[in-house]
């Protein structure tokens, strides 16, 4: 089993940055798309950004094109999202995921394991 924990949310002003961090334990070893889901209440959870597991190949929602970055530094099995020039619609609950290699990255199904959620409030 894979555990993943994200930190790194909390309260913001439109414009500004956060940066989240996803760390992965337990078995390792079979880790390799990672992606990065939002969810806010009464609405489905949403592709954000992944990436391939050399940190080369990486996809993103139009949503967030531009403006957030996710990265991985596999030596600290650490999961990463750069979010810059916030805005109020970027608020939701942020999860890490992660599974073997995903045929499609933007679809939560196809991961195995997820984090608990970190919370991001963006204010207007």
């Known amino acids: 089993q894979v555990q993943l924990v994200e930190s790194g949310g909390g309260l913001v002003q439109a414009g500004g940055s956060l940066r989240l961090s996803c760390a992965a334990s337990g078995n390792i070893f079979g880790i390799r798309d990672m992606a990065w889901f939002r969810h806010t209440p009464g609405n489905e959870r949403n592709f954000v950004a992944a990436?391939?597991?050399?940190?080369?190949?990486?996809d993103y929602a139009d949503s967030v094109k531009g403006r957030f970055t996710i990265s991985r530094d596999n030596a600290k099995n650490t999961l990463y999202l750069q979010m810059n020039s916030l805005k109020p619609e970027d608020t939701a609950v942020y999860y890490c995921?992660?599974?073997?290699?995903?045929?499609?990255?933007?679809?939560?199904?196809?991961?195995?394991?997820w984090g608990q959620g970190t919370q991001v409030t963006v204010s207007s």
């Open positions: 990436v391939d597991w050399s940190g080369r190949s990486t």
């Open positions: 995921a992660t599974g073997g290699y995903v045929q499609t990255r933007s679809r939560a199904a196809e991961y195995y394991y």
